[in-house]
């Protein structure tokens, strides 16, 4: 059996942070930078592990952004950045279908995205496993959430890749036993895995 692991933002789905930060800030009465800084750090993690509801984070952001928007025009402009990539979404649910291969989504988001992915990636139903760090209370790269994704597929570190755009999130799952590739652009990923499937055979 062969396993890929796939990271979503900026690998399987485009992702343009800049322009959810000026979304948001078009609802608000601060810039861009500043909704950065403010939900960066602290507000941030417990977002992204699920700490902080959906909810919880707009009703922050009026408070403290001066948001004047309704909770789902929020969420609407919270997914600005986000967009369907057409070519990876269609390689990921191919390798799906050779014989012994197992694909599964490993990412760090938030209720907001989540629910914008459900209801634009119809294909993540197909996949053997998706996991959303806001729904198991863990992030890259924090060991676990790459063990729990082993659990879940079925596999050894040794049978798996995973495929992130940050170098940090690749290092831990090789310090784990997994294969790992840095994504910069799916010309080079595919060759990358390809070379990697054909060595694991």
């Known amino acids: 059996m062969k396993v890929i692991i796939f990271d979503l933002g900026r690998v399987l789905v485009d992702y343009d942070h800049a322009q959810t930060l000026a979304g948001m800030a078009a609802i608000s009465q601060v810039t861009s930078d500043e909704i950065r800084a403010l939900t960066a750090g602290d507000i941030g993690q417990k977002f992204g592990v699920g700490e902080m509801s959906a909810r919880e984070f707009h009703a922050f952001l009026v408070a403290q952004a001066g948001m004047d928007a309704s909770f789902e025009a929020f969420i609407d402009a919270y997914a600005a950045g986000l967009a369907r990539n057409e070519t990876a979404l269609l390689y990921g649910r191919l390798l799906r279908l050779r014989p012994h291969h197992k694909i599964g989504i490993l990412s760090n988001t938030n209720e907001a995205h989540v629910r914008w992915l459900r209801q634009h990636l119809p294909e993540l ?12 209370g863990l992030a890259k790269p924090d060991a676990a959430i790459y063990e729990l994704a082993l659990a879940q597929l079925g596999a050894e ?12 999130n690749v290092r831990s799952a090789q310090a784990l036993g997994l294969a790992g590739i840095v994504h910069e652009n799916w010309r080079k990923t595919t060759s990358q895995l390809e070379k990697w499937l054909m060595s694991a055979a």
Do not use: H, R, Y
């Not at 139903?125 to 998706?130: I, K, L």
């Not at 570190?157 to 940090?168: G, H, M, N, R, T």
């Open 125 to 136: 139903q197909e996949f053997d496993s998706v996991i959303m760090s806001n729904e198991v």
């Open 157 to 168: 570190a040794k049978q798996a890749i995973f495929v992130d755009d940050l170098s940090e």
